[in-house]
């Protein structure tokens, strides 16, 4: 029996506002509130809202028999608190069908895992907390940011506690091999690798609209006739994909919504397939052999690297420029501060500095805020100036810096007081108008009165 795992990325980033140069050292707010709130509240209501109500009414209707998972960023729940707590309480009726798995991943969305392991470990950490707040589940399976995978990293998130992670089965990695089994790392055969079968899952996620595709329309019948097609052997095929494909990428009048409605009903028809949540891939199948993944690889682009991220000198400058902060971070415990680092680190500021517009510009550009990779690139910069001013207030280390954080401190207090005697000035002043007002009316009553007796 083959089967069918379907995954789904629920992800958005905190977008930071036009922040200028003249901004750093006097404004330390980043976030464009409007443009997240905005898309988040219309990707809530053309994707979440309504495709996690169809798929609560398949795991009741179809009672165990069809599951799915989800990895949910640290990001996007902060996001869904601020702006659309509908949407996870609507994950949470899911959740509570004891039918739906929730994968971990780093909190903040981020690339840490290509720069720090105690950095990546604390937001790990982090995420598995937030996901036991509040769905009940603790992860038992990893999903990396973007699918990010090689065979050092596989090996040391085994060694974090994780039985199983996914990857993207990328033709340079696979060869001859098929996606469409259970692996293990190649460092440690302990840990299960879950590979992304990118034809089957690009079908839905990218294809499924475009009427010049010679297999459009695509029907849930059809699509399913391909997957009982597949060799008898063929026991696991990992459908990946971001969860905006319904209602986002692929709008609700392509059929999107009524094609998925249907996946189980034609899947569920016979013996032939079933459905299975990565953990119990790990636990229930056996792997065939290793996959050697050397280098990391992604499920971007057609190069599946991390060329989206870190491909140019200006995305790996503002890369390093950040990490370079972390033995301050370690030492800072300023809350607004940590915030704030979290969210610099999310993965999409380095995909909007993307310059690979040869390949891929349609993909770089969606939900994009700003016209060109150097805008992107020099309004994070502008933004990391300021924090490391405020990092270096709040954790100093060199004389100069103490005496800055000294300054900064005085100048504060001295703002702080101006503040109190302006606004005092102001309420005598205010007391001053009122009993002069006051003399006015009484001056104005006398004289009346004077003029009547005459």
């Known amino acids: 029996m083959k089967n069918i795992c379907f995954y789904f990325q629920v992800h958005q980033p905190f977008r930071f506002r036009r922040y200028r140069f003249f901004d750093i050292g006097n404004d330390h707010y980043y976030y464009d509130d409007y443009t997240n709130e905005s898309v988040m509240n219309k990707v809530a209501q053309k994707s979440y809202l309504p495709t996690n109500k169809l798929l609560l009414k398949l795991l009741k209707e179809y009672k165990g028999k069809f ?3 989800f990895s949910i960023s640290g990001v996007a729940i902060d996001q869904f608190k601020l702006y659309a707590p509908e949407v ?13 798995e929730f994968l971990a991943e780093t909190y903040s969305h981020s690339l840490a895992s290509l720069k720090d392991k105690e950095e990546f470990e604390a937001q790990v950490k982090k995420h598995s907390d937030a996901i036991y707040e509040l769905f009940g589940q603790r992860p038992e399976v990893f999903r ?3 699918l990010i995978y090689s065979d050092q990293l596989g090996a040391d998130v085994y060694e974090m506690g994780y039985k199983g ?18 692996y293990t790392n190649a460092i440690n055969p302990r840990m299960k690798v879950l590979l992304k079968n990118f034809t089957m899952s690009d079908d839905i996620a990218f294809r499924f609209s475009n009427e010049e595709w010679n297999e459009y329309p695509l029907t849930a019948e059809k699509y399913i006739g391909w997957l009982k097609a597949l060799s008898p052997k063929e026991e696991l095929i990992n ?5 905006e494909t319904f209602g986002e990428h692929q709008w609700e009048d392509t059929g999107i919504f009524e094609f998925l409605e249907g996946i189980p009903k034609a899947a569920l028809a016979d013996d032939e397939l079933g459905f299975i949540t990565p953990s119990e891939a790990v636990k229930e199948l056996q792997p065939v052999s290793a996959i050697h993944v050397p280098y990391p690889t992604s499920w971007a682009d057609e190069e599946r690297d991390l060329t989206a991220w870190l491909g140019n000198e ?14 301050k971070i370690n030492k800072c415990t300023d809350e607004d501060l940590l915030k704030d680092w979290s969210y610099l680190q999310t993965s999409d500021h380095f995909y909007y500095m993307s310059t690979k517009f040869f390949s891929d510009g349609e993909v770089h550009a969606y939900f994009n805020p700003y016209e060109t990779p150097y805008e992107a690139f020099m309004n994070y910069m502008n933004v990391l100036s300021d924090f490391t001013l405020r990092l270096n207030a709040a954790v100093p280390e060199s004389n100069v810096e103490q005496e800055l954080s000294t300054l900064t ?31 006015s009316k009484t001056t104005a009553k006398s004289t009346k009165t004077t003029k009547k007796k005459s």
């Open 314 to 327: 200006m995305q790996n400058e503002a890369f390093d420029k950040l990490y370079s902060l972390l033995p």
């Open 144 to 146: 990396n940011t973007e």
């Open 165 to 182: 992670m996914l990857a993207e089965g990328a033709k340079h990695v696979l060869g001859w091999k098929s996606p469409n089994f259970l």
């Open 88 to 100: 996870l309480d609507s994950f949470k009726e899911l959740a509570a069908t004891g039918h739906v």
């Open 67 to 69: 599951k799915v998972s």
């Open 409 to 439: 401190s005085v100048l504060k207090e001295k703002e702080q007081k101006l503040a109190k005697l302006e606004a005092e000035l102001a309420r005598l002043n205010g007391g001053q108008k009122k009993t002069t007002a006051a003399k």
């Open 239 to 243: 459908l990946f994909m971001d969860y």
